[in-house]
């Protein structure tokens, strides 16, 4: 019972906790959006970051910049260009990832001129969401990630120009985890891993009480021997120490190999659903191989 309640009082602060983040999980979607070259129309995808401005409903043209290109030591954006960039101009800058922390990069962009920092992986083809600890009020440009193919892509497509492109950054509607799946996440999965926890611990339990009692089959192989008020001998027990009833003419007495002796219902249903012990002497009834060893096995050998 107190397991019980125990179990149901966790469940309970779980839930609550999740009612309490429910909220913000339906508010924190996915900024995806799209970088498109405004020569050709050719459309990369983008994440927006979640430090910096956002782009308003009618995006941002600039001039992509690949950094890389023109400081070649400094792809990755690690520090600022030697020269700024002349702010008459709308530059956006395309950085490495690596190197330096995200927010680092678009703070080096910023100082350098830049209205919006693209920031690239050369490695993977899996589009992340930047994020920076700490205060990032300085950082007043927005920012973007563009995985692997998106980020060669865009490159190539300055490379290929004599003169820098002009791109466009639009942010699309903020991608919601379809409800299924955040329901998954929130809810069942951890749920599911309670419950498992849950059957595991109940499992446990009951492994360690079935170690503290008898076996059926063992209890029902011990002796019974007939209560007989004629062969009574002084010194012998007359009463069951378990239910404290004087033996009768013909009770049914289960012998213990201690050689205590008690009613066989009394002592049956103590040793199969109490102890595996005689409730006088405490010894077991269990051959020793089955009791709990005080020694490791191999210690036993040499005993
Ligand atoms: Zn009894
Ligand atoms: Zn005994």
Known sequence: ???????????????????????????????????????????????????????????????????????????????????????????????????????????????SGAAAVLVGDPWYDMPITMYASGDTSDVHIPSSFVARSSYTG???????????IEIKLVRN??????????????????????????VLYRLRLRQNRLRDLAPQDLVKSLPINTFNHAKYREGEPAECAICLDDFEDGDELRVLPCKHQYHALCIDRWLTTRKKFCPICKKSVCPSSESTPLLPARLRAFV
């Open 1 to 111: 019972m107190k397991n019980m309640s125990y179990s149901w009082m966790v469940c309970l602060a779980f839930v609550t906790m999740l009612g309490l983040l429910a909220p913000g999980a339906r508010q924190t979607g996915l900024a995806m959006g799209s970088v498109i070259v405004e020569s050709t129309n050719v459309t990369f995808d983008d994440r927006a970051a979640m430090f910096g401005s956002q782009l308003g409903d009618d995006g941002l043209v600039g001039k992509l910049m690949v950094i890389g290109d023109i400081e070649a030591d400094n792809i990755d954006g690690c520090r600022r260009l030697a020269t700024r960039m002349d702010s008459s101009e709308s530059w956006i800058m395309l950085v490495e990832r690596g190197g330096c922390g995200f927010v680092e990069k678009v703070r080096n962009m910023q100082a």
């Open 154 to 164: 865009l490159r190539s497509a300055a490379r290929n120009a004599h003169t820098p």
């Open 173 to 198: 509607e903020y991608y919601e985890l379809p409800f299924l799946d955040v329901l998954f996440i929130t809810i069942l999965s951890p749920l599911l891993m309670m419950g498992f926890i849950y």
